[in-house]
């Protein structure tokens, strides 16, 4: 895109957030260890074979990849701008493994069973991403190395760090903050941050 054609900052920040000093690291637990030789990333639940998708380190780090800036936005309320993400499309993911068609939502599973869940909708965009790496680097352990999730239009937890899993579901269920009474979708146009903000529809029954 043309510089002229970027959007400024000021008219990209959503209501609530502001652009800190350096770029702030939040996370839970502790960083993990990375292993590359027993590393595997799988895709399961409602695939449309039945079958669960094993991809090993090597086989996962030489998929096809793309690139995605994006701005990224903390639900503590900072925003870091205009990152440069690389990595494996969703896209590429379900061409490889595809979803079950009654598939509606998605579970983001990393280490230490973290979780997060997102709607079918905003896995499929095309700026949703498996990154690899940031702004031309590997991603730092701290920020999710060796492989982090990247939703940007969604607040940050749900961009999962140091991911291994995708499972497909026919049902929704909260992750690991949802149940702990973060909003369901996330939403940081709409300021959904906490679960008693969501409306009728927005959360699993």
Not at 83 to 89: A, D, T
């Amino acid at each position: 895109m043309d510089q002229s054609e970027t959007p400024l900052e000021g008219t990209r920040l959503p209501p609530g957030q502001y652009v800190p000093r350096g770029q702030p690291v939040i996370h839970y637990g502790r960083v993990p260890t990375f292993r590359p030789a027993t590393w595997e990333f799988h895709v399961m639940g409602a695939t449309a074979t039945g079958e669960q998708y094993r991809f090993s380190w090597q086989r996962f780090s030489e998929l096809p990849r793309t690139t995605v800036m994006a701005d990224f936005h903390c639900v503590t309320k900072f925003s870091i701008m205009g990152n440069e993400w690389c990595g494996v499309s969703a896209a590429t993911l379900m061409e490889l493994a595809p979803p079950a068609p009654e598939t509606r939502h998605v579970m983001l599973w990393a280490e230490y069973g973290y979780s997060a869940n997102i709607r079918m909708s905003d896995f499929a965009r095309d700026d949703t991403l498996f990154a690899l790496e940031l702004d031309g680097k590997p991603i730092a352990p701290e920020r999710g190395f060796p492989v982090r999730a990247v939703v940007p239009h969604l607040y940050a937890w749900k961009s999962v760090k140091w991911v291994r899993a995708v499972e497909y579901l026919v049902e929704d269920k909260r992750g690991f903050w949802e149940e702990r009474g973060y909003h369901n979708i996330a939403d940081p146009w709409r300021e959904q941050r906490y679960s008693y903000q969501e409306e009728p529809g927005e959360g699993p029954p």
